[in-house]
């Protein structure tokens, strides 16, 4: 979770959401067929989690509840907070993958999420924005990886995607 | 890795609020037009330009962005209903309108009094028993799947279950369709900048297709695939949806002073110029506003609010918002009155829209709806209760103007009469090409057994059961046939059989009712006319093959053409219709609704244009009086009759026989309406009877791919002789008569002790005992000398049928 | 009592409250679809009936994880629904309602009220509507199951479906309560893999119920199995005369019925 102050004390929290290792990440096994198919053979493995973004007058404690009682389930999932500077371990054999809808696309699960929060009496998030994010393990190429994620795990039409050297 | 600061909101054009437009030059108007993405022509610009010199002012920019909603082709099918002069390769003829002279026509001539509603509102109505109504829809979201295809799906299924829902007083969506044309999974051809691989179309089409439909609640449980290259750059997707309504809410009727209110999702800067998007040829730079993605519990809080509040009768009509948002669901309502609106009383997902925004926005999940002041109260308790937000932006009145205001800022104010009647017609050019008789195909070298397999593994045939079950298509448990059908659950069947009473709770009535499809584009290739009514022929079969009353049954067309600006193009599309009509009439079936889609037409790599085939969808629904009396396509046991119902010519033309040899040439196979109509009048009874077991239409790759597929599914085998099938003289090969796709056959499965009462059922129709079902699991051919001359084992017909669509969508 | 009360909870994005209903009232209950923004307001109460069901569908889209927001909701304004199970009134939850029931910590039930098991995305990676072949557990004692045969068929449709443990303790200790109410099973009755097993569930789980019985959490859907003609093979054979779902549902009204 990080936390960063863009304009008049509302603040921007990041949340990762993860499936617990011992679980088959059917959706990470999906996008590593994906990029398997577009050339990336030298991808081992693909995890999948999933990432919110929440604005509004939040506390990082009232963040931290969100994640426990409601994003996370606690059985099959472990929520992660990575502040922004996490140092770039081994970066050619790990690359993370982040996809967001851009602003301009409804998001309906950040809705639902806002709704939700609501009603745990969270009323204070304005605006939630929902995002997957692929840890891909291989060593790749950032190029060849850009091409194959526009091609296969997201739409540059509608999201904007990040591939970064991967922080662990 | 720092968190990018959020990247500013979309931006929103500033546009001024007034154009000098009327002192423009035509040059200029047509500048200015493709700048702002408007797709008038040069006589619609001119119409504009003369109406607002008579008004003595400028048009406002939101008067001329409502004109270009309500003007487009996808709002006023200019073609379809504009002048054509028509050459049919002897003379010319002038065409008037060619909607009215083909398909209205036809539902004209033919004059079903159950047909309650066709063609004005946003589904067609026909009669469902006493106090029950069906409403049917088919549209297609073809532009938006082709850019972004998970979205384009989605919202495609969203729109068209809103349409049902914005049928006369509302109906509740009790099936949907879905039918994709697209190509070949494994293209490997060059593809323009932009253009999405066929593969990752097809996987995110039904994905979209998936979570929008099992997220709503309604059984995704009939369409079809097809796949041909020529598809690659314009994805073709149809997305259908059946409400049932009462026979009371089927109308509706506005008074002046009922408040205009809006419900379901919030007005946003997403999908500006839909409906001119969707008319303009695709380009690499399709407005990315323009594409969306759904928001289905939005609109299932929209369904379940408003069907209750429809049984409370608290409004006085409803419709939904599609291509045009607001301007034209208002503009459509207050056709003939008049309406005040008040931008500022929208709910907004952003604050800072600009009033024409909100105007236009095709922002999804939203319905309008007609509300007298009285009931508002209750109206506004019964969509809080739901979680559903509502607002009034208005109220219709009788002044015959759409005024529509922001604050103090006047941002519409149009006469309706222009806005409806003004739009000038152009007149097109047709020229059909009367195709050269071809030549009958040379002879193949392959192997009965080897044609066979081919056409069940291919991709136009095969199993799509990878697909099928990825729907949930057994919700709302009235799913009584089912589109897998067979011992183990994976045979291709015909056509559902939905049982929609748990939506009326009426649950002793056993009756229910079928849908299904017929789309040959290959036909069409060839001869559009054959083609039209090769699709209405197999749409009906399908039917019939289930036990649904095929004489109340109801069509409904799809046309997605290139652009009709080009005359041969053009040309194409009437035979279509022609072929269209003359099999409405003929069949006594009348078409209830309809959409068309054109400039479906590209630039490929090189440049050039790829128009698709011209493709005509010919949806069909009836009612089946019993569903216990319904009927699968497998086999039932051994011993049992099988019994051919029609004639098999030589018909090879477009045929998957020829196209799994490599041959090419002969005729289009050609539906000879009133014997086809006789055997279907015979077979009806029969099965009304309960004297047939099974039964099963043929189509592509003939009897022996039909035959395969039955025999498979049900895990019995049959021998056959194919010295008995009833056949026109000129046929002397093995070949011709397992492969051809002469239209209006049915095969038949009859227990022996049925025999006598199933021949005097049939008489007058053409109908021959072929062979019998066995209990050894081959399938047995005898020839025309007498000899066996294919015999394969069931295992390896269903591995080839099954293996191809899995292995192409990995 | 003569017709038993059923409170059908409904949420956005539910979808077979109708069918359930419809299958509760042919029965001679009386059943209500109730919206759980009825119970947040007091206007409806869930100690004033006698069966709960929560049936399938996608409440709030699934959005979080299934059934997450609805179960969520269900621990703010179902507080007294562990008393409502501990007085023996019979509880269901199908397919989502499973999914809620778990989720809220009512199956399997523990005393802190914490979740102990949950659901993770089907093995396929996909959304799949299938019938399968289910064992019941000839050791329960589940109300639901009284005089069915031990092999059954119901339909299932779930993307999020495959049923995960804590810790492998815990299946012993569901074992040994007697609350692994349902497995699926192979044509002939065998523990087996997919397409048999549609998710992959940890032992083939497809059903919880508590160790006392009245409180069943299932993936497949009875209420799709009514009526004859809901069964895909109907046109091949012959059934017995009562649907497998038709009398799930009847052994809870008759069991309110005393």
């Not at chain 2, 059961?465 to 589109?483: A, C, F, L, N, S």
């Not at chain 2, 029969?686 to 592509?700: F, N, Q």
């Not at chain 3, 091949?236 to 809870?252: C, H, I, S």
Request: net charge neutral.
């Amino acid at each position: 979770m990080s936390e960063i102050k863009p304009r008049n004390g509302a603040s921007s929290y990041q949340v990762e959401i993860k499936l617990r290792p011992d679980y088959t990440d059917a959706e990470g096994q999906g996008a590593l067929g994906l990029l398997h198919s577009l050339g990336v053979n030298t991808a081992r493995e693909v995890r999948a989690s999933r990432l919110y973004e929440l604005r509004g007058a939040l506390t990082s404690a009232q963040v931290q509840q969100a994640a426990r009682e409601l994003l996370c389930d606690p059985v099959t999932q472990e929520f992660r907070m990575f502040n922004g500077h996490t140092p770039v371990l081994n970066g050619m054999n790990h690359w993370r993958i982040e996809v967001w809808l851009k602003p301009s696309v409804t998001d309906p699960v950040g809705d639902t999420v806002r709704a939700a929060l609501e009603e745990m009496g969270l009323a204070a998030a304005e605006s939630v924005r929902v995002g997957t994010a692929y840890h891909v393990t291989g060593k790749c190429g950032r190029n060849q990886l850009e091409k194959a994620v526009a091609r296969s795990l997201a739409n540059p039409v509608i999201h904007r995607f990040t591939v970064t050297e991967a922080p662990l | 890795m720092t968190v990018a600061a959020p990247e500013k909101e979309l931006k929103t054009v500033e546009k001024p609020k007034v154009f000098a437009f009327n002192a423009l030059s035509l040059k200029d108007l047509k500048a200015l037009s493709a700048e702002s993405l408007w797709s008038f022509n040069e006589a619609e610009l001119l119409a504009i330009q003369a109406h607002f010199k008579a008004q003595r002012r400028e048009p406002r920019a939101a008067e001329v962005e409502t004109l270009a909603q309500t003007w487009s082709e996808h709002c006023k099918h200019k073609t379809f209903t504009g002048p054509i002069r028509y050459n049919d390769g002897k003379k010319t003829r002038l065409i008037k309108n060619l909607f009215d002279e083909t398909i209205a026509k036809a539902t004209k001539q033919v004059a079903k009094p159950w047909c309650l509603s066709v063609f004005k509102d946003n589904a067609g109505v026909v009669a469902f028993g006493k106090k029950w109504a069906l409403a049917y829809k088919v549209e297609t979201h073809n532009h938006p799947c082709a850019v972004e295809p998970y979205g384009g799906a989605e919202t495609g299924v969203g729109g068209v279950v809103r349409d049902i829902l914005g049928v006369g007083l509302g109906a509740k969506p009790v099936l949907n369709t879905d039918i994709f044309c697209f190509a070949p999974p494994a293209y490997e051809g060059p593809l323009p900048e932009g253009t999405l691989a066929p593969l990752r179309t097809l996987r995110s089409v039904v994905a979209g297709v998936r979570d929008y439909g099992n997220r709503m609640g309604i059984p995704t449980a009939a369409g079809g695939i097809w796949f041909d290259a020529d598809y690659r750059l314009n994805p073709l997707v149809f997305v259908g949806t059946v409400g049932v309504l009462p026979v009371w809410a089927v109308k509706k009727e506005i008074k002046p002073g009922d408040l205009i209110v809006t419900v379901g999702g919030r007005t946003g800067r997403d999908g500006l110029h839909g409906a001119t998007f969707s008319s303009a040829n695709l380009t690499d730079e399709a407005p990315a506003s323009a594409v969306q993605i759904g928001h289905a519990i939005n609109e299932k809080r929209a369904l379940d609010a408003l069907l209750c509040a429809r049984d409370r009768k608290l409004y006085r009509a409803v419709t939904d918002c599609g291509a045009g948002g607001f301007s034209s669901a208002v503009g459509e309502m207050a056709d003939g009155l008049g309406a005040r609106v008040r931008l500022e009383n929208a709910k907004l997902k952003a604050s800072d829209l600009k009033p024409w925004e909100i105007w236009l926005s095709e922002s999804q999940e939203r319905m309008v709806l007609a509300v007298p002041p009285k009931n508002l109260k209750a109206l506004e308790a019964v969509f809080s209760a739901e979680g559903c937000e509502l607002s009034v932006i208005g109220e219709f009145v009788k002044s015959g103007r759409l005024v529509v205001t922001f604050k103090d800022e006047t941002v519409v104010d149009l006469d309706l009469k222009f806005l409806h009647k003004g739009l000038p017609r152009v007149e097109r050019t047709a020229v059909w090409d009367v195709p050269k008789p071809s030549s009958k195909g040379a002879v193949t070298k392959l192997k009965l057994a080897e044609i066979l397999q081919r056409c069940l593994a291919h991709l136009n045939v095969c199993s799509r059961e990878t697909i099928i079950r990825q729907y949930d298509h057994e919700v709302q448990g009235g799913t009584v046939i089912k589109p897998l059908q067979g011992v183990r659950h994976d045979g291709p069947g015909d056509a559902c059989v939905i049982w929609p009473h748990a939506a009326t709770g009426d649950m002793e009535d056993l009756s229910g009712f079928a849908v299904s499809h017929g789309l040959n584009p290959e036909y069409g290739k060839t001869d559009p006319y054959r083609m039209a009514l090769a699709c209405a022929d197999e749409a009906l079969r399908n039917l019939l093959c289930v036990g649904a009353d095929v004489s109340r049954a109801a069509f409904l067309d799809n046309f997605c053409w290139a652009s009709p600006e080009d005359p041969h193009q053009l040309g194409r599309l009437v035979r279509a219709a022609e072929g269209a009509r003359d099999a409405a009439i003929g069949f006594g079936v009348p078409f209830i609704s309809g959409k068309d889609s054109f400039y479906n037409q590209s630039k490929d790599v090189n440049g050039k244009d790829l128009p698709i085939p011209g493709t005509l969808l010919i949806s069909a629904v009836a009612p089946v009086p019993d569903v216990s009396k319904a009927l699968t396509m497998d086999i039932k046991g051994p011993g049992n009759a099988l019994y051919l119902l029609g004639w098999t010519s030589e018909e090879l033309c477009g045929s998957l026989y020829n196209e799994v040899c490599g041959l090419s040439g002969g005729s289009v196979p050609e539906v000879e309406v009133r014997s086809a109509l006789d055997g279907y009048r015979a077979v009806g009874s029969a099965i009304a009877k309960g004297l047939v077991l099974s039964a099963h239409d043929l189509s592509e790759g003939g009897l022996a791919a039909a035959l395969s597929e039955m025999c498979f599914s049900g895990e019995f085998g049959a021998a056959i002789d194919l010295d008995d099938v009833a056949r026109s003289g000129s046929i002397y090969s093995n070949e011709a008569l397992l492969f051809s796709e002469s239209p209006s056959r049915v095969l038949l499965e009859v227990k022996p002790e049925n025999e006598a009462a199933f021949l005097k059922c049939a008489k007058g129709a053409t109908v021959k005992r072929i062979g019998e079902t066995i209990a050894n699991p081959i399938l047995k051919v005898r020839g025309l000398d007498g000899l066996v001359v294919l015999e394969e084992p069931l295992s390896a017909l269903k591995t080839a049928w099954q293996r191809t669509l899995p292995e192409a969508m990995e | 009592m003569k017709s038993p009360k059923v409170l059908v909870l409904r949420a956005a994005g539910t979808n077979c409250d109708l069918e359930t209903a419809n299958a509760l009232a042919h029965l001679g209950a009386k059943p209500e679809r109730v919206h759980i923004s009825e119970l947040r307001s007091g206007k409806a109460k869930l100690m004033s009936y006698d069966i709960l069901v929560i049936p399938g569908g996608f409440s709030y889209g699934d959005d979080i994880g299934a059934g997450r927001v609805f179960a969520n909701q269900v621990r703010l304004y179902l507080k007294d629904l562990r008393q409502f199970v501990r007085l023996g009134r019979p509880v269901i939850g199908i397919c989502n309602g499973f999914q809620v029931l778990v989720k809220a910590g009512i199956l399997p039930l523990s005393n802190t009220c914490e979740q102990t098991a949950g659901f993770t995305f089907n093995d396929s990676g996909r959304f799949e509507a299938r019938w399968v072949h289910l064992r019941i557990n000839t050791q329960s004692s589940c109300l639901f199951f009284k005089g069915l045969p031990e092999m059954i068929e119901l339909p299932v449709a779930h993307g999020e479906g495959k049923l995960v443990l804590k810790s492998p303790r815990q299946l012993e200790e569901l074992k040994k309560n007697k609350s692994i109410a349902m497995q699926y099973v192979s044509d002939d009755g065998k523990l087996a893999g997919y397409p048999y097993n549609p998710n992959g569930s940890v032992f083939n789980i497809a059903a919880l119920s508590n160790p006392e019985g009245n409180c069943l959490g299932l993936m497949p859907h009875p209420e799709r199995f009514t009526s004859i003609h809901h069964h895909p093979n109907w046109t091949r054979q012959t059934f017995r005369k009562e649907t497998v779902g038709l009398a799930m549902f009847r052994n809870a009204v008759d069991y309110c019925r005393g």
